[in-house]
């Protein structure tokens, strides 16, 4: 069993407005919270399970409080089972997952 983290970056989200004479104008940005994605991959079945815990805006990150929260939820109520093919690597396939799950959780279109 093989078990990998990956740490979200803390870029602000900025929201910005196009207008054709003066160009793109800042409406907003605020502080993206920071997201550990916990995946565990099963050699023998090719199971790749994934959880995922975000820091608050207003608290400190602590990566051992997300990779406690993120492992958690991958072995008792993964976010995502993706089961891999020979073939495939898991590694290029766990960044690739991950970068996507904190995508969607970003931009709303996921929930915790």
Do not use: W
Not at 55 to 73: A, L, M, N, Q, T
Not at 77 to 105: G, T
């Amino acid at each position: 069993m093989i078990v990998r983290y990956f740490y979200g970056d803390r870029a602000p989200i900025r929201i910005e407005e196009f207008h054709p004479t003066f160009g793109f104008k800042l409406i907003e940005e605020k502080p993206c919270p920071i997201v550990t994605v916990c995946a565990i991959f099963d050699e023998k079945t090719g199971k790749l399970s994934m959880g995922i815990a975000r820091c608050s805006e207003k608290d400190r990150f602590v990566k051992k409080i997300g990779r406690e929260i993120s492992y958690k939820r991958a072995v008792e109520n993964p976010q995502l089972i993706v089961n891999l093919r020979k073939y495939e690597r898991f590694s290029e396939v766990f960044y690739d997952l991950a970068k996507i799950l904190q995508r969607r959780y970003v931009d709303g279109s996921y929930k915790l």
